[in-house]
């Protein structure tokens, strides 16, 4: 460590509260994706993909980005593997003949279905070490550094 470092505490508790939310999220993800591989065969992002348009229903590649915080380029390839694999399809968008809206397909639909209670309930389950006044302090917190840190944009 820097002796600059050790002289600010500000960047030390800044840090070492990022060290914790990264490993907190990394020890969540360690346990809910394989679940999502083992029991439906997909990835995280393609999951997050299908839960966006079952919740919100069909949508603009660029503004599934938007919701999932992925880049363009990553969420074709998503996409590409999901519409192969029959779960979504791209179908004209009305508004703007240069796009596409992309929306579920009955595949798609029932997966989704199926697989979004099962994640929910390992979610519950995982985050029940937390009682339900500190998951909502949780959800406050990471709401409002989210929005501060999208406001520097």
């Known amino acids: 460590m820097t002796a600059s470092l050790r002289r600010d505490p500000a960047a ?5 509260s990022f060290v914790k ?6 020890s969540l993800s360690a346990r809910l994706n394989p679940a999502l591989v083992k029991a439906h065969g997909l990835t995280e992002s393609q999951f997050g993909v299908l839960e966006a348009l079952f919740h919100l229903g069909p949508m603009s ?7 999932l915080l992925v880049s363009g380029s990553n969420l074709t390839t998503v996409i ?8 979504v399809r ?16 009955d595949k798609g639909r029932e997966l989704i279905t199926r697989a979004f ?7 519950r389950e995982l ?3 937390l009682t339900q006044a500190e998951q909502r302090e949780l959800s406050r917190l990471c709401r409002k550094l989210g929005l ?6």
């Open 61 to 67: 590649q660029a503004r599934l980005c938007e919701k």
């Open 12 to 16: 030390l508790l800044a840090l070492g």
């Open 148 to 153: 501060a840190v999208r406001a520097l944009e």
């Open 127 to 129: 985050l029940g070490a």
């Open 21 to 26: 939310l990264r490993r907190a999220v990394n």
């Open 90 to 105: 791209r179908d004209p968008n009305p508004d703007d003949r240069r796009a596409y809206l992309i929306r579920l397909s």
């Open 117 to 123: 209670p099962e994640h929910a309930a390992r979610v």
């Open 80 to 87: 590409d593997n999901l519409e192969r694999s029959g779960l």
